[in-house]
């Protein structure tokens, strides 16, 4: 069976309703950039397009060349905003700058990532973004995360009580990018269904 990491990562762990401090080690990723409402922008889903042809190609060259078959990460996203209000409260989502990304294991190359590319390019009707698609280790560190249960749009009171109470109550502060892993795949669950680890890096003041 092919190796799972969500089930081995404490970074893949999260619970409803509690807020855990986590370390989390340097990651590898691919990563594709974009802006936008998420809903409506035709970037989004390009950017998508564009990652898992990528993603599954790696998944076969590491099982052809090093014996180790991985299972393919769920989709993941970092957020930023000119106004961070725009996630709690406003949920302006036009405002929203993201790079979306999968984890891949450390023994993942570049060189490995250029033939998943080059092979993909070479299929019918090639994702726009594919020469956008880059290999870069996240290193987050410290961080707040908790396990979200619904629609995307319901996740404002849960990052308000994470910013304005826990971060202050426990002598953080924020420091990276809003992090989001895709747990479910929103064209097969329903959004009350729909579960998401919300993840802010942070840094101890106290």
Request: aromatic letters at 6%.
């Amino acid at each position: 069976m092919a190796i799972d990491p969500k089930k081995t990562l404490d970074a893949y762990r999260a619970k409803r309703g509690e807020l855990r401090l986590v370390e989390v080690p340097p990651m590898q990723y691919l990563m594709v950039d974009g802006a936008g409402d998420p809903n409506t922008s035709p970037q989004f889903a390009d950017a998508v397009s564009a990652l898992y042809p990528i993603a599954y190609g790696v998944k076969f060259a590491s099982r052809e060349q090093f014996g180790i078959d991985t299972v393919v990460m769920p989709l993941e996203g970092l957020w930023d905003a000119p106004d961070r209000a725009s996630f709690t409260t406003r949920r302006d989502k036009t405002q929203w700058v993201w790079t979306l990304m999968i984890m891949v294991p450390d023994h993942v190359t570049s060189q490995m990532v250029e033939a998943a590319r080059a092979a993909a390019l070479r299929k019918k009707q090639p994702s726009e973004r594919l020469e956008d698609v880059r290999l870069e280790t996240l290193d987050e560190g410290l961080v707040v995360q908790t396990l979200h249960v619904g629609p995307f749009d319901d996740e404002g009171p849960v990052l308000d009580d994470l910013h304005h109470r826990f971060v202050p109550e426990n002598g953080l502060a924020m420091t990276g990018l809003h992090h989001e892993i895709y747990l479910s795949d929103r064209r097969r669950v329903e959004p009350a269904k729909l579960q998401t680890i919300l993840r802010q890096p942070v840094t101890r003041v106290g």
